[in-house]
């Protein structure tokens, strides 16, 4: 199986600053004949279940807000929040669709400092 | 809008079964692949199980392989999970999801917890 490997588990950041969140997987989730990355990241707040952002590594779901953005190839990805706004206070998790055999990363939850 | 509704879960002792059902509205549903992805009591997301749309074909994961099986009723726009020979460590809440294969998951259910507990 694909291993995805986020970073930091945690981290807090003053409103209005960036929040970076690193994933890495295992193998390269890039399938060459289509140029896109199987990879997408999903947002889960207390109580709720998870909400998907970012598919193809970087193609932002419809109604997602500008300050959220997904970047990377390959076996590196990262989420950006650009602008933290206190509505962000969630855990965020990436995805590997490439295999057929789906794995998660283990988190990241973001916090506000 | 697209809806998913899961229910089934409940309480059920080690060894057990249960069937969860997902009813799906809003879009197509033969036209999509579904999975069941669980998240366990302060856990991440685990994914279990997935359905392609028309074939049938059907992923699992090593920890469903043997005790879970997932199948749909496209002329009733429902998906299932059969689950049996539940363990303590299948307590979690399960939900069901458009996508599957190497399609992104786009929306999810709210969920339907199960308890495995003597």
């Known amino acids: 199986d694909i291993v995805m490997t986020q970073s930091p588990d945690s981290l807090a950041v003053s409103l209005g600053e960036r929040a970076t969140i690193n994933c890495k997987s295992s193998q390269s989730v890039l399938y060459s004949p289509n140029r896109k990355n199987y990879l997408a990241w999903f947002q889960q707040k207390p109580g709720q279940p998870p909400k998907l952002l970012v598919y193809w590594a970087s193609t932002r779901e419809s109604g997602v807000p500008d300050r959220f953005s997904g970047s990377g190839s390959g076996t590196d990805f990262t989420l950006t929040i650009s602008s933290l706004q206190a509505e962000d206070v969630a855990v965020y998790y990436c995805q590997q669709y490439y295999s057929t055999t789906w794995t998660f990363g283990q988190g990241t939850k973001v916090e506000i400092k | 809008e697209i809806q998913l509704l899961e229910s089934g879960g409940g309480l059920v002792q080690p060894g057990g079964s249960l069937r969860l059902t997902c009813v799906a509205s809003g879009f197509s549903f033969k036209n999509y692949a579904m999975s069941w992805v669980r998240q366990a009591p302060g856990k991440g997301l685990e994914w279990v199980s997935s359905i392609s749309g028309s074939s049938g074909n059907t992923f699992n994961a090593d920890s469903a392989k043997g005790r879970f099986t997932i199948s749909r009723d496209n002329s009733e726009n429902t998906l299932y999970l059969q689950m049996n020979s539940l363990r303590a460590e299948d307590t979690a809440i399960y939900y069901c999801?458009?996508?599957?294969?190497?399609?992104?998951?786009?929306?999810w259910g709210r969920g339907t917890l199960v308890t495995v507990s003597s």
């Open positions: 999801a458009t996508g599957g294969g190497n399609d992104f998951v786009a929306h």
